[in-house]
């Protein structure tokens, strides 16, 4: 969708006016809004004919209730192709949450349609002065690129978005000021990147490990993003059942976060140097594929022992991480759609946060937990403890990267802590010194029933989790102030 800021607005198009509780209702209207008992709360809406304009409720004025408010605007006029939210009298904040919800909330993935789903495209935003809002439009503006290109990305299917169909895609990310490097399977054999190519190894498509660099204006070591991109995930020889398995087209979303996030860093200029490491593979079946109970060696010379072959994402995860370890940051987060384990603990509602103890003693772990809260995408703490590593030990290579099924943890291995093991198992390639935190989104991803924004749900489907996230958390605790 379209977002155009404007001084005055053509007459004719439908008109959304967005109320606090308790705020005045401009007056050609105040008289049909209590009548009606509209009050501006959360979630409200009243549209009237005569002129046509919808009210919508903000309910407190917050930022995550202006968001909450666009996106009701963007569902409540989605029968319109084109038409105004009346924003006058809103500071450039507000202004700017209000577009971030509508924009959020018309996004549409309709390229694969014979025709395109009818929706708001173009939303005209009526202030007074609109050189003093441009600047905060411009930072949601390349917040909502970000996002809109991480749900297209896990909105693909698999026969569309292969590996090395997803190289291409990233490749054109260069017109935006962003080095793209794609090592491919030559390169990572050469290199000895063993967890990548056993992951990639049943698929006809072959693997790569995505670089993605932005240098910033700021001479400082980068922060590193690490992206689990598997374009869709079998399960391997440890198949996973056929109900729901339609979803792991979208076991790429961490990787699709982190190159949504370097868009958004290179449409706003951000003065950090940032660079993303994206392990892309299919984690299919066939005559080549690797086997619960091999040992591979992974980049790092550690070798690790298979258990199960659906637990491949950590596999990739590893070779990525040393990958990052080598470009010497002052930071690294990885983003993966990891396990069902954290959905069982969280639910639809957070992600889990994880990190070493560089990452609390530098801050790290609360700047991402408030960058989390300060976009709408919450997290939660868990943690990884001394049993949780000791539980990897190998009686073959230096560690297993998972539990046997039944492995021995109660309830025939029913409860086993799986994110908390998968996250000691990377922390063992991210390292204790470097600041490292690592989220595990599953759940967060993709959400049939639409995602909540605030009172308002978005569409069903991709919901970009993590790339707004990124980007706010690298303005707020990395870029330079002032």
């Known amino acids: 969708m379209r977002l155009r800021l404007r001084a005055e607005t053509a007459p004719g198009l439908p008109r959304a006016v967005p109320v606090t509780e308790g705020g005045a209702v401009p007056a050609p209207l105040a008289t049909a809004a209590a009548a009606a008992g509209f009050g501006g709360r959360a979630g409200e809406c009243l549209r009237l004919v005569d002129p046509p304009v919808l009210l919508a409720g903000v309910g407190a004025p917050t930022a995550a209730a202006f968001e909450a408010a666009g996106a009701l605007i963007a569902a409540e006029l989605s029968d319109q192709h084109r038409a105004v939210l009346d924003a006058r009298g809103r500071p450039a904040w507000a202004v700017a949450a209000l577009a971030m919800g509508a924009g959020m909330r018309a996004h549409r993935v309709d390229h694969l349609r014979a025709a395109p789903m009818p929706g708001l495209r173009r939303l005209d935003l009526w202030v007074e002065a609109p050189d003093l809002v441009a600047p905060a439009l411009a930072r949601t503006e390349a917040a909502l690129a970000g996002a809109s290109f991480a749900r297209d990305l896990a909105a693909e299917p698999a026969n569309r978005l292969t590996p090395p169909a997803f190289a291409s895609r990233l490749q054109r990310l260069d017109r935006h000021g962003l080095e793209v490097t794609i090592h491919g399977r030559g390169w990572l054999r050469r290199h000895g990147y063993g967890a990548l190519l056993a992951v990639g190894s049943g698929s006809a498509e072959p693997p790569c490990l995505a670089v993605l660099r932005w240098p910033g204006t700021v001479k400082a070591p980068p922060v590193a993003l690490v992206g689990k991109g598997i374009t869709f995930d079998t399960g391997g020889i440890s198949i996973k059942p056929a109900s729901g398995m339609e979803a792991m087209k979208a076991d790429m979303a961490g990787a699709a976060a982190c190159a949504g996030a370097m868009l958004a860093l290179a449409l706003r200029r951000a003065p950090t140097p940032v660079t993303a490491v994206l392990a892309i593979a299919e984690n299919a079946t066939g005559a080549a594929s690797y086997r619960p109970s091999d040992v591979i060696r992974t980049a ?111 309830w025939g291995g029913r409860l086993m802590p799986d994110a908390a093991h998968a996250a000691a198992f990377l922390r063992e390639f991210a390292g204790e010194k470097t600041p490292w935190t690592h989220l595990d989104i599953a759940g967060m991803d993709l959400r049939e029933e639409g995602v909540e924004a605030g009172a308002y749900p978005l569409p069903p489907g991709p919901s970009g989790f993590g790339a707004r996230l990124v980007d706010r958390l690298v303005a707020d605790h990395f870029d330079p102030k002032g």
Do not use: K, Y
């Open 300 to 410: 790092s010379g550690r070798t690790v022992e298979v258990v199960d072959t659906d637990a491949e994402g950590r596999l990739v995860l590893a070779d990525a991480l040393h990958h990052a370890r080598g470009l010497e940051p002052r930071a690294i987060l990885d983003l993966a759609t990891l396990t069902g384990s954290i959905i069982a603990a969280l639910g639809h509602q957070r992600a889990g946060l994880f990190g070493n103890e560089a990452a609390r003693t530098a801050g790290l772990r609360d700047a991402v937990l408030a960058a989390g809260e300060a976009v709408g995408e919450p997290l939660w703490p868990m943690p990884i403890g001394d049993r949780h590593r000791a539980d990897l030990r190998s009686d073959i290579a230096d560690l297993r990267h998972c539990l046997p099924a039944g492995g021995g943890q109660g």
